[in-house]
């Protein structure tokens, strides 16, 4: 069955500390998304690749790294500099960056937690 | 600054009747529209979708309108059932999926 999966489902961090939620696709889509989703605020880009080896800020990009070394995988790393990291976070692909092409599809998500 | 905006949280409708999403934007540079259900626990799919070249467009019971001048588009579900109670999100967009915005989300409640 295609799809994204995203792991873990729900995940805690200390203080400090970086994360890295994971995200894989077999679809074959060329461009992947993360966004994050906070209570009462609509889906808010972090970053997005259309190619393997290149990525592009998204609004809230600060805080956060990715890569993009193999086309099923992009990673996010939330990093200690994100100050309020609590949130939960949805990865998406679609076959190319344009919109008309092919609605995204996304993941389940991760809810990460400060303890 | 919201470009996309949901002005009603929730929504709840009789069983057989019609739901009224709507969702307004900002931004006349946004040529293309898409709505989106999401399901607790899990993530949003695709429902409908329309270009600003067109008026309506209607998918069996979804039927979105878009409404250029007031920047305004909507979603009606004709019956509404309720395995539609979710929360439904509006998204606008330029050509490329990196431009896309979304609105907080209406959460719809069908009942039975």
């Known amino acids: 069955d295609g799809g994204i999966t995203q792991s873990p489902k729900y995940l805690f961090r200390k203080e400090g500390q970086n994360v890295t939620l994971s995200c894989e696709q077999n679809?074959?889509?060329?461009?992947m998304y993360w966004y994050r989703q906070d209570p009462g605020q609509g889906l808010r880009l972090i970053y997005y690749?259309?190619?393997?080896?290149?990525?592009q800020k998204g609004d809230i990009a600060e805080g956060y790294s990715v890569s993009r070394e193999k086309k099923e995988s992009f990673p996010l790393t939330v990093t200690s500099a994100q100050k309020n990291p609590t949130a939960f976070y949805l990865c998406?692909?679609?076959?190319?960056?344009?919109?008309?092409?092919?609605?995204?599809?996304f993941g389940d998500g991760t809810r990460l937690s400060i303890l | 600054d919201q470009q996309v905006k949901q002005n009603s949280p929730s929504l709840s409708v009789q069983e057989g009747r019609i739901s009224i999403l709507n969702c307004d934007y900002t931004?006349?540079?946004?040529?293309?529209f898409l709505w989106y259900k999401k399901y607790p626990a899990e993530g949003p799919t695709f429902l409908i979708s329309?270009?600003?070249?067109?008026d309506k467009n209607e998918d069996g019971r979804f039927t979105v309108f878009l409404n250029k001048s007031a920047k305004h588009l909507s979603l009606h579900i004709v019956p509404s059932q309720p395995g539609d109670s979710a929360v439904y999100f509006c998204?606008?967009?330029?050509?490329?999926?990196?431009?896309?915005?979304f609105g907080a989300g209406t959460r719809l409640t069908v009942k039975p």
């Open positions: 998406a692909s679609s076959r190319t960056g344009r919109v008309t092409d092919q609605p995204q599809h």
């Open positions: 679809l074959n889509h060329d461009a």
């Open positions: 690749s259309q190619i393997v080896n290149d990525f």
């Open positions: 931004n006349s540079m946004f040529d293309y």
């Open positions: 329309i270009s600003s070249i067109k």
């Open positions: 998204a606008a967009s330029r050509i490329s999926v990196g431009d896309m915005r």
